[in-house]
């Protein structure tokens, strides 16, 4: 390490700290330098207080790890930002539990347009599915709608569905559904946004799902107020990511609006996360509209926001029977799930959005949709040609042993989330662990088997669906069980978890040359941690808390 001139006196130096660089030539320092947002030195304490100046900043880790940012690879950062404003309801079971959070809720937004919860399990009634009439016997007189932790799935009361004009229910496109009840009335239950859209409008928070319901943009645009209040909302995301060790979000959800609401932070006081937004194609759109997905990537190409991505979704969420699969559902036998895309049409949109070189993240939760994703993927390789594409598939619930080696040949991103597999944190066993059967168990959630195979496995949260923590889910992984004795072991090592945290987060995003790595030249994106993770307890990961989040060289979170 050799750093000449007294004008490299280093703005920022970060001392007494255990450093994993994830850097497999020098994986282990003491301290690291960082001057103009970028890292110019990693090595021995003394080597890195010989560049503190006057005006250095110096920040004691403590005796604590010291990592590169946490790469978030798959989160909504606008709705999840709402989301912190709403009723949480994790955790909560029975009637009467769920009663006394609504009621008391209720009793704090008394001019509350919409009151919304969010995260309640689909098994909050035990055995029993919830309806519009458990709700109205809790809030008769004011709309009310909760949903489901994996956010494919709400409940609605008499009201909501009512204000909502779909009590009567609606016709909607392929794999959305207002659940009917004998009465022919709707029962309460919604599935997919197409059927949940028209009562989570009421709450008057439409324009932060619009990048993920439409893709499109707010019609008509908002006043200065409105912009002002949802800058507002991206600052509170941005914080809450920022606090938990996070420097790079990529988001899975977008729209122009969401690129301009965070230039326009970035033009003000500058952005504490380095963020990417995708372009939503949805299955309304037409080929064309891929146009607006190269205007976005023109336009927004810094390393602080970007674009470059087309997210889709090919099919809805296990607990609601609405993946695809290629068996039928074992607790359902007579039914496989309804794509958003036919093959064909899926394999057209590969094909066009490879062919603008552009990337492609893809939400395929069954094994049927993972299946035609991959097929879309492959034509898209014999159309265009072969290139370091790096397209994705996001989450990857259940797959296939002929599917497995394809992530490799294919050069196909495995985008996972340790926070997922009922069991590992707060996802209950049922109904998930039933409606996928004892015969898929050993390729479901299946992060290890993909590794070893060559994928690269990179790890995420899915916030709001799941907590936003990185070390949450680096827990998760390293204490996965499987669901039988006969099942494969799927969990991470501690520097597995780690990697897919940082390593591969930078290379879901072409960045490995510049940042999950702290090395000199990279950009100055680390945290520091309350205690050495590697000497922590798996059981006890939970308690290693951010201290200190430095992004761009600039304090971004201190405790």
């Given at each position: 390490m050799s750093?000449a001139?007294?004008?490299r006196?280093?703005d920022?130096?970060?001392?007494?700290g255990?450093?994993?660089?994830?850097?497999?030539?020098?994986p282990?320092a003491?301290?690291?330098?960082?001057?103009?947002?970028?890292?110019i030195a990693v090595?021995s304490?003394?080597?890195?207080e010989?560049?503190?100046g006057?005006?250095?900043?110096?920040?004691?880790?403590?005796?604590?790890?010291?990592l590169?940012?946490f790469?978030?690879?798959?989160?909504?950062?606008?709705?999840?930002?709402?989301?912190?404003?709403?009723l949480?309801?994790?955790?909560?079971?029975?009637?009467e539990?769920?009663?006394?959070?609504?009621?008391e809720?209720a009793?704090?937004?008394?001019d509350?347009?919409?009151?919304?919860?969010?995260?309640?399990?689909y098994?909050?009634?035990?055995?029993?599915?919830v309806?519009?009439?458990h709700?109205?016997?809790?809030?008769?007189?004011?709309?009310?709608c909760?949903?489901?932790?994996?956010?494919?799935?709400?409940?609605?009361?008499?009201?909501?569905l009512?204000?909502?004009?779909?009590?009567?229910?609606?016709?909607?496109?392929p794999?959305?559904?207002i659940?009917?009840?004998?009465d022919?009335?709707?029962a309460g239950e919604l599935r997919e946004?197409?059927?949940?859209?028209?009562v989570?409008?009421?709450a008057?928070?439409?324009?932060?799902?619009?990048?993920l319901?439409t893709?499109?943009e707010?019609d008509?645009m908002p006043?200065a107020?409105?912009?002002?209040?949802?800058?507002d909302?991206?600052r509170?995301?941005?914080?809450w990511?920022a606090?938990h060790?996070?420097?790079?979000?990529?988001?899975?959800?977008?729209?122009?609006?969401?690129?301009?609401?965070?230039?326009?932070?970035?033009?003000?006081?500058?952005?504490?996360?380095?963020?990417?937004i995708p372009f939503h194609?949805?299955?309304?759109?037409?080929?064309?509209m891929?146009?607006?997905?190269?205007?976005?990537?023109?336009r927004?190409?810094?390393?602080?926001?970007?674009?470059?991505m087309?997210?889709?979704?090919?099919?809805g969420v296990l607990?609601?029977?609405?993946?695809?699969?290629?068996?039928?559902y074992?607790?359902r036998?007579?039914?496989?799930g309804?794509?958003?895309?036919?093959?064909?049409?899926?394999?057209?949109l590969?094909?066009?959005?490879?062919?603008r070189?552009?990337q492609?993240?893809?939400?395929?939760?069954g094994?049927?949709?993972v299946?035609?994703v991959?097929d879309?993927?492959?034509?898209?390789?014999?159309?265009n040609g072969?290139?370091?594409?790096?397209h994705?598939i996001?989450?990857?619930?259940?797959t296939?042993?002929?599917?497995?080696?394809?992530?490799?040949?294919l050069?196909?991103?495995?985008?996972?989330?340790?926070?997922?597999?009922?069991?590992?944190?707060?996802?209950?066993?049922?109904?998930?662990v039933?409606?996928?059967?004892?015969?898929r168990?050993?390729?479901?959630?299946?992060?290890?088997?993909l590794?070893?195979?060559?994928?690269?496995v990179?790890f995420a949260s899915d916030?709001?669906?799941?907590p936003?923590?990185?070390?949450?889910g680096?827990?998760?992984?390293?204490?996965?069980?499987?669901?039988?004795?006969?099942?494969p072991?799927q969990?991470?090592?501690?520097?597995?978890?780690l990697?897919a945290y940082t390593?591969?987060?930078a290379y879901?995003?072409?960045?490995?040359?510049?940042?999950?790595?702290?090395?000199?030249?990279?950009?100055a994106?680390?945290?520091?941690?309350s205690?050495?993770?590697?000497?922590?307890a798996?059981a006890?990961l939970?308690?290693v808390?951010?201290?200190?989040t430095?992004?761009?060289g600039?304090?971004t979170?201190?405790?």
């Amino acid at each position: 390490m050799s750093v000449a001139g007294a004008d490299r006196n280093a703005d920022l130096i970060v001392i007494h700290g255990r450093v994993l660089t994830m850097d497999g030539g020098n994986p282990v320092a003491e301290a690291v330098a960082v001057k103009d947002g970028a890292i110019i030195a990693v090595g021995s304490r003394a080597a890195i207080e010989e560049l503190k100046g006057t005006a250095t900043q110096v920040i004691d880790a403590k005796g604590g790890s010291v990592l590169p940012g946490f790469i978030e690879a798959h989160m909504h950062l606008f709705s999840g930002g709402a989301e912190l404003a709403h009723l949480q309801l994790g955790g909560v079971h029975g009637f009467e539990a769920l009663k006394k959070a609504i009621r008391e809720y209720a009793s704090t937004k008394p001019d509350a347009k919409m009151l919304v919860g969010q995260g309640v399990d689909y098994t909050v009634l035990g055995d029993e599915r919830v309806t519009r009439h458990h709700l109205d016997a809790i809030l008769p007189d004011r709309p009310f709608c909760m949903a489901a932790p994996d956010h494919h799935t709400m409940w609605a009361n008499t009201k909501a569905l009512e204000m909502a004009g779909i009590l009567h229910g609606r016709a909607l496109g392929p794999g959305n559904e207002i659940v009917m009840g004998d009465d022919g009335l709707a029962a309460g239950e919604l599935r997919e946004g197409e059927a949940f859209g028209p009562v989570l409008d009421l709450a008057g928070e439409g324009r932060v799902r619009l990048g993920l319901a439409t893709g499109g943009e707010p019609d008509p645009m908002p006043s200065a107020a409105e912009r002002a209040a949802d800058r507002d909302i991206m600052r509170r995301g941005l914080a809450w990511c920022a606090r938990h060790g996070i420097t790079s979000i990529q988001n899975m959800d977008g729209n122009l609006y969401q690129l301009e609401l965070l230039a326009e932070i970035d033009a003000e006081e500058g952005l504490p996360c380095r963020v990417q937004i995708p372009f939503h194609y949805k299955n309304f759109m037409t080929l064309d509209m891929l146009d607006k997905a190269t205007v976005m990537t023109e336009r927004y190409n810094s390393e602080w926001l970007s674009s470059g991505m087309v997210k889709v979704f090919y099919d809805g969420v296990l607990d609601s029977w609405t993946a695809v699969m290629i068996e039928p559902y074992a607790d359902r036998p007579d039914w496989v799930g309804e794509p958003l895309f036919t093959p064909q049409q899926f394999i057209d949109l590969a094909v066009a959005v490879d062919r603008r070189g552009l990337q492609i993240a893809v939400h395929s939760i069954g094994d049927g949709a993972v299946r035609a994703v991959l097929d879309g993927y492959e034509a898209a390789q014999k159309a265009n040609g072969k290139r370091d594409s790096r397209h994705r598939i996001e989450h990857i619930e259940v797959t296939t042993t002929s599917d497995v080696p394809r992530f490799a040949e294919l050069g196909v991103i495995a985008s996972m989330q340790p926070p997922h597999p009922p069991g590992a944190m707060d996802f209950p066993l049922e109904p998930t662990v039933s409606r996928i059967g004892p015969a898929r168990w050993p390729l479901s959630y299946a992060w290890r088997t993909l590794k070893n195979a060559g994928a690269h496995v990179v790890f995420a949260s899915d916030w709001p669906v799941s907590p936003i923590d990185p070390i949450l889910g680096i827990q998760a992984a390293v204490m996965r069980k499987p669901w039988a004795d006969s099942d494969p072991d799927q969990s991470f090592s501690l520097w597995e978890s780690l990697a897919a945290y940082t390593v591969e987060g930078a290379y879901a995003e072409f960045a490995e040359h510049r940042k999950g790595t702290l090395k000199s030249g990279y950009m100055a994106d680390l945290v520091v941690l309350s205690a050495d993770i590697e000497k922590t307890a798996p059981a006890d990961l939970h308690k290693v808390r951010p201290v200190t989040t430095i992004c761009g060289g600039k304090i971004t979170y201190q405790a």
